[in-house]
């Protein structure tokens, strides 16, 4: 079964700190993986879309990594800030449909 | 890059009665547009797909005939919950792209349905 997995659940770190998402997927076959940032209320924005190819890719504090082996990907976060607060989601595209399948989400909290 | 609005923000309406979100494109032409729905803590679940001129696909579980998607532009997708119920209240966000299938898409603002 396609699916997509994210740890942790949810996180609080404070203002300045970096931190790690993880995201695990079982998609067959596999086009991209994309992250998303949503904040409370709103439509997901797209941060980054990584083909098989690629092994990170960064989008200024935002840097994903992707290991097509393992079907793994993390979202690292530098120097957090109190607007990062919202939740990230981990979506593949692939499977027989090429359809978009979508992780729960971490939600991420930033304390000052 | 590419803005998708949704129309209106939220909306808290009776039971029974319909409601209808809007969903456009407002610099590109969408040649396909998705709706999902989002429950509290859920990830978002693709309801239907909706290709410009042709009948919307839906998935599985999705009764076509309680939401009813008009895809009438290159610009717009209508979605309306007909007699709506307490467990229709959900966040429902739509998605557009401008190629044939689920290539990059772009997500509106979403939509925040209450039924009391």
């Known amino acids: 079964k396609n699916q997509v997995e994210q740890s942790p659940q949810s996180l609080i770190i404070l203002e300045g700190k970096n931190c790690t998402l993880q995201?695990?997927?079982?998609?067959?076959?596999?086009?991209?993986l994309r992250w998303y940032k949503q904040d409370t209320g709103r439509g997901p924005v797209s941060l980054t879309i990584?083909?098989?190819?690629?092994n990170t890719k960064s989008n200024g504090r935002y840097t994903a990594t992707l290991d097509a082996d393992t079907k793994q990907s993390s979202l690292h976060i530098t120097a957090s800030q109190l607007s990062d607060s919202a939740s990230y989601i981990c979506?593949?595209?692939?499977?027989?449909?090429?359809?978009?399948?979508f992780g729960k989400g971490t939600k991420l909290s930033v304390k000052p | 890059g590419a803005v998708v609005s949704q129309h209106p923000s939220r909306v808290i309406c009776k039971s029974g009665t319909s409601v209808k979100i809007e969903c456009r494109s407002l610099?590109?032409?969408?040649?396909?547009m998705f709706w999902y729905r989002q429950f509290p803590k859920q990830s978002l679940m693709l309801m239907a797909t909706?290709?410009?001129?042709?009948?919307?696909?839906?998935e599985q579980g999705v009764e076509k005939d309680k939401f009813l998607i008009n895809h009438a532009s290159l610009t717009l997708s209508t979605l309306t919950v007909t007699s709506a119920h307490p467990e229709d209240s959900s966040f429902y966000i739509c998605?557009?792209?401008?190629?044939?299938?689920?290539?990059?898409?772009?997500f509106g603002p979403g939509t925040r349905l209450t039924v009391l």
């Open positions: 998605s557009a792209s401008s190629s044939g299938g689920p290539h990059e898409q772009f």
């Open positions: 995201c695990n997927y079982t998609v067959s076959p596999f086009s991209n």
């Open positions: 990584m083909t098989f190819s690629e």
């Open positions: 979506v593949v595209r692939g499977g027989s449909q090429g359809n978009l399948i």
């Open positions: 610099d590109f032409q969408a040649t396909t």
């Open positions: 909706s290709n410009e001129g042709s009948k919307a696909t839906y």
